[in-house]
C-alpha cells in the first residue's frame, strides 16, 4: 500500500488498481487492459460489434472480480435472444483472463450494429450473470439479473441496486489504439463503491452523500480516451481524477490471457461420454474438439481413443 509521492508501481498495463479515496474512504478499482485484451479477442475473427461488446464483458468480469475475496474463478455471462446470444469471460483469482461470444451473422447484419443502446439492440431480453466458483468443496455463488439497461455497465449497476444494495458507479470504456497497422484492442474500467450506511466508518465532519455525488461527478470527467491510453499510467489517473481528495493505491493485480484447455481436460470430458457418441462424432476416422474460448482444435485418433478409454 502507498500514497503518491513514495515509488511509482512499475505495472502500467494489463492491471487491476485498487485505491481508496481517503477523505470519503470509498473503495475502487481502476482497470487498464492492452496486450491481454487483444489477445483474447484476436483468437476468434469475431466481427466488430461482437468483439467490442465482448471485450466490454471481459472488462468489467475483470473489474467486478477485483471487487471481490475468492481463491477460484469468477465467470461473468450474458445469455439473451438478441443477435448475440452468448457471452462469456472469467478471471482467475491469479489474474488468469478468457472469454468468448456466440452470435447469429445473419441477425447480425440485419441488427443496429452501431446503436446506443447496444443490450437490446445486440443482446435482446435475458439476463447477466455473476459466478464465484471456489471449487468442489465449496458452494458455489450465483446472482442473477434481467438484462436490464441500454449498456452492460447499466446492466451491472442495476444488479448491484436490486442485489446487492450497494451503491456502485462503474465507467467503462472499450477500443482501438495505435496506428492502422498495428491497431490493438484495449480495455478500461473505473469502479466505486459506497459500503451500506451501517458499514461505513464515517469521517468527522464528511457528508456520505455529498461524498457520493462528488466521487459519482469525478467518475463523470473521465474520459474514455484517459482510460484507453496506453501512455497514461493508471496512478497518474487516479491522481488526475481524485488528488484534492487524496487518493491511496494498494497492491494491483496482473493480467494474462490464459486458457485453462488441455489436451488431458479434453479426453476426461471424452472418457465421460459413451462410445457410441464419440463414433458419431469421427470425420474421417478422427474426433476433433475445438476450445470455444481460445480456439485450439484437439485430435484423437483410433488409437488414442482407445488411450482415453484404457
Known amino acids: 500500500m502507498s500514497h503518491f509521492g513514495h515509488a511509482e508501481n512499475p505495472l502500467t498495463d494489463d492491471i487491476v488498481q485498487p485505491f481508496q479515496i481517503d477523505a470519503s474512504h470509498l473503495r475502487g478499482r481502476l482497470v487498464k487492459v492492452g496486450p491481454m485484451l487483444d489477445e483474447v479477442l484476436s483468437k476468434h475473427a469475431y466481427p466488430e460489434p461482437v468483439a467490442h461488446l465482448?471485450?466490454?464483458?471481459?472488462?468489467?468480469?475483470?473489474?467486478?472480480?477485483g471487487a471481490l475475496k475468492y481463491e477460484g474463478i469468477f465467470t461473468l455471462q450474458t445469455k439473451g435472444d438478441g443477435p448475440i446470444s452468448l457471452m462469456v469471460a472469467d478471471v482467475t483469482s491469479t489474474g488468469d483472463v478468457r472469454g468468448?461470444?456466440?452470435?447469429?451473422?445473419?441477425?447480425?447484419?440485419?441488427?443496429?450494429?452501431?446503436?446506443?443502446?447496444?443490450v437490446p439492440a445486440l443482446l435482446g431480453t435475458g439476463y447477466l450473470a455473476f459466478t464465484v466458483d471456489q471449487g468442489e468443496h465449496t458452494e458455489r455463488y450465483q446472482g442473477i439479473v434481467e438484462l436490464n439497461g441500454d449498456t452492460l455497465s447499466d446492466c451491472v449497476q442495476h444488479y448491484f441496486r436490486q442485489s446487492e444494495q450497494l451503491d456502485t458507479g462503474i465507467k467503462v470504456a472499450v477500443g482501438h489504439a495505435g496506428t492502422d497497422s498495428d491497431r490493438i484492442w484495449r480495455g478500461g474500467?473505473?469502479?466505486?463503491?459506497?459500503?451500506?450506511?451501517?458499514?461505513?466508518?464515517?469521517?468527522l465532519?464528511?457528508?456520505?452523500?455529498?461524498?457520493w455525488r462528488r466521487a459519482m461527478v469525478l467518475i463523470g470527467t473521465c474520459t474514455d480516451a484517459e482510460l484507453l491510453d496506453p501512455g497514461l499510467p493508471p496512478n497518474d489517473l487516479l491522481f488526475r481524477l481524485f488528488h484534492e481528495d487524496g487518493v491511496r493505491v494498494y497492491t494491483p493485480t496482473?493480467?494474462?490471457?490464459?486458457?485453462?484447455?488441455?489436451?488431458d481436460r479434453v479426453a476426461t470430458v471424452l472418457r465421460s461420454l459413451p462410445r457410441e457418441e464419440i463414433s458419431e462424432l469421427k470425420v474421417n476416422g478422427r474426433v476433433e474438439v475445438t476450445c470455444e474460448f481460445c480456439n485450439s482444435t484437439y485430435t484423437f485418433d483410433d488409437a488414442q481413443l482407445e488411450n482415453v478409454y484404457g
Not at 54 to 65: D, K, N, R, V
Not at 100 to 118: K, N, S, V
Not at 189 to 203: G, T
Not at 254 to 263: P, V
Open 100 to 118: 468468448y461470444a456466440q452470435f447469429d451473422a445473419e441477425r447480425l447484419a440485419g441488427a443496429d450494429a452501431g446503436a446506443t443502446a447496444p
Open 205 to 211: 465532519g464528511s457528508d456520505v452523500a455529498d461524498d
Open 189 to 203: 474500467a473505473l469502479m466505486l463503491q459506497r459500503l451500506p450506511e451501517d458499514q461505513i466508518q464515517q469521517v
Open 54 to 65: 465482448l471485450g466490454e464483458t471481459i472488462t468489467l468480469a475483470i473489474t467486478l472480480a
Open 254 to 263: 496482473e493480467l494474462r490471457a490464459t486458457c485453462r484447455c488441455s489436451r
